[in-house]
């Protein structure tokens, strides 16, 4: 599909579900992969034998994204290890339902702090190793906002996610002189550890079909291709963009 041998990339929350899907999809087109995990080492390290029988090198490697000081200390890992990164997917994230009038200060300062200030500690560490140029990847939803969709019971979830988009924006604009690339993907409904108590309920999910033109909900290695794409030599000149990858959903 596209060549990424020789490539360096850190994948967060990469030990399963999406995270899972778009490492082994880089490591199939060649790129080396530090699997980043908070809770799950167990998964984290399946990920690593996956990729380490595609003939690439990866170790897994724990921290909490919210933390500034665990995400220094990942990314001198990196350095110390392979001396350059090449691609950053930030994906690590985490998803509460609530009506808006109960969600908690708490929850909110929690969402936050994993899937939108986790993406900014980490691409602010990543751009230090990326002298040569680089690709971000930032992952959004398709709840981020500016598509106009709205789901019930998410507010905290969504105003991190178009939190994301605006950071991704911003960032093409200011890193793109010093040959980075940053895009954000925008995932519909896809079969992950996040979804599946949604998926399980027979009704929820036909209402989903229903408004996915492709008759079906997304796959993790559906967002694996697309962060291929993006972290490529063949997507050089695509920056600033929230690729939606939803089955058709927006066009519903």
């Not at 908070?38 to 003939?55: G, T, Y």
């Given at each position: 599909m596209f060549n990424l041998s020789g490539k360096k990339a850190v994948v967060t929350g990469g030990s399963r579900g999406i995270g899972r899907g778009i490492v082994l999809a880089l490591a199939q087109q060649g790129a080396d992969v530090l699997v980043n995990y908070?809770?799950?080492?167990?998964?984290?390290?399946?990920?690593?034998?996956?990729?380490?029988?595609?003939?690439h090198e990866a170790f897994a490697y724990q921290a909490d994204v919210s933390q500034a000081d665990q995400v220094k200390a990942m990314f001198a890992v990196v350095k110390n290890q392979w001396g350059k990164l090449d691609i950053l997917v930030n994906n690590a994230g985490i998803l509460k339902f609530a009506p808006f009038e109960t969600i908690s200060k708490e929850d909110w300062d929690q969402i936050m702090a994993v899937n939108l200030k986790g993406q900014f500690l980490c691409a602010q560490e990543a751009v230090k190793l990326m002298s040569k140029g680089g690709k971000i990847i930032n992952i959004a939803s398709i709840a981020s906002g500016g598509a106009g969709i709205g789901f019930a019971n998410i507010a905290h979830y969504t105003a991190s996610k178009g939190g994301v988009v605006a950071l991704t924006e911003n960032l093409a604009n200011e890193l793109g002189p010093k040959g980075i690339n940053v895009n954000a993907i925008a995932p519909g409904v896809i079969e992950s550890d996040m979804t599946k108590d949604l998926l399980n309920d027979e009704k929820q999910k036909q209402s989903f079909l229903a408004r996915i033109p492709k008759g079906r909900v997304g796959k993790p290695e559906d967002i694996g291709a697309a962060a291929a794409f993006l972290a490529s030599d063949e997507a050089d000149y695509i920056t600033g963009v929230v690729l939606y990858v939803d089955g058709g959903w927006l066009t519903g």
């Open positions: 908070h809770h799950h080492p167990a998964e984290a390290e399946a990920v690593v034998e996956e990729v380490k029988k595609l003939n």
